[in-house]
T-cell receptor, first 111, second 117 residues
Framework: GQNIDQPTEMTATEGAIVQINCTYQ??????LFWYQQHAGEAPTFLSY??LDGLEEKGRFSSFLSRSKGYSYLLLKELQMKDSASYLC????????????WGAGTKLIIKP | EAGVAQSPRYKIIEKRQSVAFWCNPI?????LYWYQQILGQGPKLLIQ????????DSQLPKDRFSAERLKGVDSTLKIQPAKLEDSAVYLC???????????????FGEGSRLTVL
């Protein structure tokens, strides 16, 4: 079946680094997305991985290992505004290319 | 470039009443999605349109939910009659078709928060 797992909640300190993991099981992997969602707001696109390796975009990086069904989102130099939920979503070729969503990881940044 | 527009932002109704949500996607985006997001969960796809045709509505509770995109641009989602468990945020998203030049990422509207009492 299809499944996306990510931690429910994480806490980190302002200025530090945090890694949010995502593991997935899908039959027809066709890309992985990370979205950021602030409380009461819509998800906004952060990153996309379809090949193995690291994609870097400013303070945010995303890594993918297709053989392990694993991705992580790395946030550096944490700022208070990074407090949000981070959603991992996998596009599944065998589900009409729909996105299979994780429940999200709520990241709390402390001063 | 204007983003995805949704209305109303908030709606409170009693159970068994009806409600309608409206969405206008980003200009040029052929694909439109309606998602339901319950607090603490990821978005759940209700229906996907490609232009004015339905691509996937397998998770739409068709006994009470309906959606249309008559002219292939804006869309409405209706719930009639509403149940308590329909309390959620209804997100509309749009995207370009995925090809070698783009990821097919989704652009979301701000959502319509429904409370059913």
């Amino acid at each position: 079946g299809q499944n996306i797992d990510q931690p429910t909640e994480m806490t980190a300190t302002e200025g530090a680094i945090v890694q949010i993991n995502c593991t997935y099981q899908t039959s027809g992997f066709n890309g992985l997305f990370w979205y950021q969602q602030h409380a009461g707001e819509a998800p906004t696109f952060l990153s996309y991985n379809v090949l193995d390796g690291l994609e870097e975009k400013g303070r945010f990086s995303s890594f993918l290992s297709r053989s392990k069904g694993y991705s992580y989102l790395l946030l550096k130099e944490l700022q208070m505004k990074d407090s949000a939920s981070y959603l991992c979503a996998v596009r599944d070729r065998d589900s009409n290319y729909q996105l299979i969503w994780g429940a999200g990881t709520k990241l709390i940044i402390k001063p | 470039e204007a983003g995805v527009a949704q209305s109303p932002r908030y709606k409170i109704i009693e159970k068994r009443q009806s409600v309608a949500f409206w969405c206008n996607p980003i200009s040029g985006h052929a694909t439109l999605y309606w998602y339901q997001q319950i607090l603490g969960q990821g978005p759940k796809l209700l229906i996907q349109f490609q232009n004015n045709g339905v691509v996937d509505d397998s998770q739409l509770p068709k006994d009470r939910f309906s959606a249309e995109r008559l002219k292939g641009v804006d869309s409405t989602l209706k719930i009639q009659p509403a149940k308590l468990e329909d309390s959620a945020v209804y997100l509309c998203a749009s995207s370009l078709a995925r090809d070698s030049t783009n990821t097919g990422e989704l652009f979301f509207g701000e959502g319509s928060r429904l409370t059913v009492l």
